[in-house]
């Protein structure tokens, strides 16, 4: 028997799923050419979501339904908030620059971005495998069908081929990787799996073989080393609008799969996947920055750096737990870190690939950086807001950046550990080379000559929501303790349940 909180745990996901449907049916009588009716009833729809969900979240309460295979905690709610937020900010940056590029022929933009919505929810509240494969699945499929849009475009049909085939790939490692550990402990349920591993009666070398399949499809979205090799080009490949659509939301259900799956499931084995995420953390540090330098094409420069800051993350992921043993406190500090780190990053990423839409819509695509030259003299606004972000991505103070590789780092120093101290120097070793391709960006913006000498114009909404945006990066970072503490409650909230 259904009871009424399990209808109360996926109300807005009930709302999601509905409205796209009603929209995808409306939509076949608009005829604006930039589906105005379409684009109005979606942001209608996204907004009354975003607040269904903080009031989830401001309400504190952790409830579990449909047989345990949903949650609904802080921790998700806030994410499934942001996430809601993110792609709402991403529907005002892409609409004129889709409708530009005869992207909106149907609905299919709105409607496609509504599924993959629904998908992160899924993949935000599972609390069973399966439930949590099928939100990535949704997700993914979403992603294919959004970066191949512009079909008469050549690369973008090329990044949908490669993301597809890569994604079929890692769905396979991740899908065999919970086979295994179902075949180990006879359920799906994450408490169940919990439990039993934390038994100790099941063979050991099974549960490692399956956590390494699950983690190398959870590095796959988070766009780790060495599972990256789908982001520069997809990052390049897809519409630009579909590039910050994939570069920001997607980012916090990862996120939040990654802890339901290590934390809440197989957090008895924390000491093995620590060491899978201290390498991929490594390398991605490592590979993200020193790529970074060699690119010249703005989108793929910002893809080496989100691989880069998924280094950061999944630092702040694996310094939880030190020698085996859980300590509250320092498990508390260090995946608050985590999650405060993404979700300004993702606000961060929103807003830069805000400014290359923006400048995307005078006829060609803004793509390389060589293509920003001037444009403080031609826009001192658009200009500071993308130096905003490129500072903050760099770490430098008073931007959220700063404070959000600063906290991670915190919590790694504040293990006590020498290796996770040594991962400390060598991440900030690793930022300082990064600061370099960022900087040099904001050189060609303010001391080389312009390209052109026409004024950059905008739409009112994108104007004002994209100084919303860059305001927010800023103030953030020199006020950031509200969203510390909404994080660290959120964290100490699903810990608990």
């Not at 992921?317 to 043993?325: A, E």
Request: hydrophobic content about 55%; aromatic content about 10%; some cysteine.
């Amino acid at each position: 028997m259904i009871d009424n909180i399990s209808w109360l745990a996926i109300y807005p996901e009930i709302t999601l799923l509905v409205m796209a449907c009603v929209i995808a049916l409306v939509d076949l009588g608009v005829k604006s050419a930039r589906r105005t009716g379409t684009y109005v009833l979606t942001m209608l729809t996204l907004l009354v979501v975003a607040v269904m969900q903080g009031m989830y979240a401001s309400s504190g309460n952790t409830f579990y339904g449909w047989g345990n295979m949903v949650v609904s905690d802080a921790m998700g709610n806030w994410l499934k908030c942001f996430a809601t937020i993110a792609v709402m900010i991403t529907m005002v940056y892409g609409r004129p620059y889709a409708a530009e590029r005869d992207m909106l022929r149907g609905g299919e933009f709105f409607t496609l971005s509504m599924l993959s919505l629904l998908g992160m929810f899924i993949m935000i509240s599972g609390n069973n495998f399966l439930v949590l494969y099928l939100g990535l699945e949704l997700l993914t499929l979403s992603s294919y069908a959004l970066v191949a849009l512009r079909r008469d475009h050549e690369g973008s049909v090329e990044a949908a081929m490669k993301y597809f085939v890569l994604g079929a790939m890692a769905s396979g490692f991740l899908l065999y990787g919970i086979s295994m550990l179902y075949g180990a402990t006879g359920s799906l349920d994450i408490g169940q799996v919990f439990k039993a591993i934390y038994s100790g009666e099941i063979k050991h070398q099974v549960l490692v073989f399956g956590l390494v399949f699950v983690v190398a499809g959870l590095a796959f979205k988070l766009g780790a080393v060495p599972f990256h090799m789908w982001v520069p080009d997809v990052y390049q490949g897809a519409p630009t609008a579909i590039t910050a659509l994939i570069g920001g939301a997607p980012k916090l259900a990862a996120f939040a799969m990654t802890i339901r799956l290590l934390v809440d499931g197989l957090l008895p084995l924390a000491i093995d996947w620590q060491q899978m995420l201290m390498v991929l953390a490594v390398c991605s540090l490592l590979v993200g920055n020193l790529a970074g330098l060699q690119q010249t094409n703005l989108k793929r420069m910002l893809a080496y750096s989100t691989i880069s800051q998924m280094g950061f993350v999944l630092l702040g992921l694996m310094s939880g737990v030190v020698g085996g043993k859980v300590d509250p406190a320092l498990a508390e500090n260090a995946y608050s870190s985590a999650m405060f780190y993404m979700i300004t990053y993702v606000l961060t990423a929103l807003a830069s690939f805000g400014v290359i839409l923006l400048l995307a819509r005078e006829g060609f695509e803004s793509e390389e950086i060589a293509d920003l030259a001037g444009l403080n003299q031609r826009s001192p606004l658009y200009a500071g807001v993308m130096a905003i972000c490129l500072f903050s991505m760099a770490g430098i103070p008073p931007l959220v950046g700063f404070y959000a590789k600063l906290s991670v780092l915190q919590a790694l120093v504040a293990s006590g550990s020498s290796l996770y101290i040594g991962l400390a120097v060598f991440a900030v070793i690793m930022s300082l080379i990064g600061a370099f391709y960022y900087l040099r960006v904001v050189k060609v913006m303010y001391f080389d000559a312009p390209i052109t000498a026409t004024s950059v114009s905008a739409p009112l909404d994108v104007r004002v929501v994209l100084t919303i945006n860059g305001a927010l990066v800023l103030l953030l970072g020199v006020l950031p303790g509200g969203l510390m503490a909404l994080c660290a409650d959120a964290i100490v909230r699903a810990l608990a349940s």
